[in-house]
């Protein structure tokens, strides 16, 4: 089928690559004319494994093109997905203005019949919004769904060729025919249901997903007060098939573009229909004060922080990706500054972007080296690779054998043995 995609962002780029690999002919349209100019030279515009290849796999096959001219991809298009950004607006509120410009644009150069889908993390009633614009600007034909997007990044691409369950939401058949059809190739469950729901359930998983997380930092910190193993509950906790054992990883709490994004819209969309969704708000405010608390742990165990050395390994969000956007690893280093510590971090993707948050930051290039003359070594992202690192050169290396462990990482009674101090969240 031909396909158009709006907005070559995480969603859109890692769509349009699948899509293309099922066979599609797939056109991204883009209005930042570097993106495009990087695209087409086969440069994606953030780190996401496999990616790369599979863009230039698409582009060399003809299955995949770039442009910035809306006129070159909507009129032929068949389905038109709508990706484009909804950051946050200071009042929690997700700015829906790229979304509805995105629509305007569409409604301009359609020919023919299409299914605009909305695939961007929209409040419930937004495609009906799109809807409207476009049928307030073109008499032609057109069918509106919603179709959430559940990727993560860091195993995008995996996880849009694996989905769990792919949801279409829509009240035309026609639509549902044709998006059943262009998700044809894909495993996982269908489920078909109305625009409204299909919205609420993007929501709905994320906020599940992070009160899983806020729950289990609730449960670490009562396991430091009471002397007991976090990680230990944990597995215990999720072999118990309706518990599930993912996203119960005590630490430092959650960040990244969608959760705090996605679970302050849920709870301003439910206030906007005067609705106190209170679990929600805890969930948000526990997870605010996970990463205060684990700086009040750095108090407390270095004491004043002023002139202190800080070594901190991982300034990414999450482990596999360059994305430092609401990163908790970026809010306790600008604390530690602030507190005038003097800070070297190092991450192996993200250091560019981190550089571009925090301009005074100063990184290494080699992991190692955040041990240099140290007085902690802070450990805020979960990369796996800084368990293999060689601790026996770095103990050697600090000036004072402390690690504080955000993302409970490294295994204890090893770093003890190196002779390290080691504290991490909710272990002895
Ligand atoms: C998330 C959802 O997983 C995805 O389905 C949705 O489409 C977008 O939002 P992502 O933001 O890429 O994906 O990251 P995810 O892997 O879910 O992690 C989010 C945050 O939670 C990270 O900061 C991570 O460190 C933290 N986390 C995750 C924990 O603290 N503990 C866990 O057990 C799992």
Redesign the pocket.
Known sequence: MKIAIIGAG??GLVSAAVFSKLGHKVCVVEKNKDRVANLKAGKAPFYEPNLPELLKEATKSGKLSVTDDYAQAIPNAEVIFICVGTPMLANGEPDLSYVFGAAKDIAHHIKNYCVVVDKS?VPVGTTEKVKKIIADATKLDFDVASC?????????IE?TLNPDRIVIGTDSKRARDILLEVHGKLPGERVTTDIRTAEII?YA??AF??T??SF??EIANLCDEVGANVDDV?VGMGLDPRIGK??????????????PK?TKALHHMALSKDYNFKLLRAVIEVNGSQRRKFMGTIRNKLGDLNEKNIGVLGLA???N?D?VR???ALDIISWLTKEGAKVKGYDPEAMPNAKKALPALTTVNKAEDVAVDADAILIL??WSKFVDLNWAEMRRKVKNPVILDG?NLLNSVKMRKLGFKYYSVGRP
């Open positions: 995480y969603v993390t959430p997007e559940f990727l993560r990044e860091g195993s995008a996880n993007k998983s994320n997903l992070a899983k997380i289990i930092n944990a993912a996203f119960l990883k005590a630490g430092i709490g959650y960040g990244g573009s969608c959760f996605d969000f999450k482990n990706t994305d609401e990163s908790a992202t979960e993302r």
